[in-house]
């Protein structure tokens, strides 16, 4: 493992364009941890052999890409450094696992009640392989999230697909899918919602990840409205995303899927009735030409 002594990119003009090389052994180092893996990267060798090095530490294990090259250019550095990353990232179980326990637990029993130890405790994790993926508990709330957002919504695109029907139809199933995912043996509401309430402040990072969920789900329900050429489709949307999350609030605060059920019934006669307008519509536009 090279000896790292802290430098970093600062220390050089953007300018340059290149890391300049001399004759010690190890010329620069900077020390990153990001959410998918801790790394250090720098320069090693003579001025006839230069390398950059890229290291990674992931969980117990670490990771050396070197490059060999003349001079080295800080794009190139950087790219070699998000690509490299990215695979990390997907290829870490032990991340995959503080994810999947984390956010079993975060959501079951909030995000403030459950703290880090409880978490590796239940993953069976050691702390310096968590902080080796993600910086603070708040990193790890946010990974939680978008891993969430990401399976919810292929969840719902999965069973949009296999219905194989009119966008208006596909729109009404957006509400057979609430109502399979609230009937559901795991459901205990919205972890977005839970976690708006419990980050309050609106410039928080969890509240805007928490809210960029809830305004994706509106742009799905409006990109349905639109395709189904329903009468005025952003209002329409933004009326049954309210159904869609009045449902899962009422659904969790009773404990039983009808607030999903009568979301559901309410939805289609919104639908009915936005249909109704675009025929008038049409019927009327026709009759004065």
């Not at 340059?16 to 010690?24: I, Q, S, Y």
């Not at 010329?27 to 998918?36: K, N, T």
């Not at 790219?79 to 179980?93: A, E, G, H, M």
Request: net charge neutral; glycine share 6%.
């Amino acid at each position: 493992m090279l000896d790292i002594r802290p430098a970093g990119l600062a220390d050089r003009s953007e300018e340059e364009g290149v890391l300049g090389l001399d004759e010690c052994d190890f010329l620069w180092a900077e020390p990153i941890v990001d959410d998918g893996a801790a790394f250090a990267a720098g320069v090693s060798g003579s001025t006839s052999e230069p390398f950059l090095h890229l290291l990674y530490l992931i969980g117990d294990g670490e990771l050396e890409i070197s490059i060999c090259h003349w001079q080295i250019p800080l794009q190139v550095y950087r790219q070699v450094c998000i690509l490299t990353r990215s695979i990390l990232i997907t290829v870490s179980p032990k991340r995959d696992q503080l994810l999947e326990t984390a956010g079993m637990l975060f959501y079951r029993d909030g995000y403030h009640a459950t703290g880090i130890d409880r978490i590796l405790a239940e993953a069976g994790i050691a702390k310096m392989t968590l902080y080796s993926h993600f910086r603070s508990k708040e990193d790890l709330i946010l990974a939680v999230l978008k891993k969430r957002d990401q399976t919810m919504f292929e969840s719902l695109n999965q069973f949009l697909d296999a219905k194989r029907r009119s966008p208006e139809k596909l729109l009404e199933a957006v509400f057979d899918w609430l109502v399979v995912w609230i009937g559901s043996k795991g459901f205990r509401g919205c972890a977005f919602l839970k976690a708006m309430a419990e980050y309050q402040n609106l410039n928080d990072p969890i509240h805007q990840a928490a809210l960029a969920h809830r305004m994706a789900l509106t742009a799905k329900i409006r990109h349905l409205t639109t395709a189904a050429a329903l009468i005025t489709p952003k209002n329409l949307a933004d009326q049954l995303s309210l159904l869609f999350e009045g449902a899962i609030v009422q659904a969790h605060a009773a404990g039983n899927v009808a607030p999903a059920i009568h979301a559901r019934e309410a939805a289609r006669t919104l639908i009915k009735v936005s249909r109704r307008r675009r025929q008038r519509t049409t019927v009327n536009a026709n009759a004065r030409q």
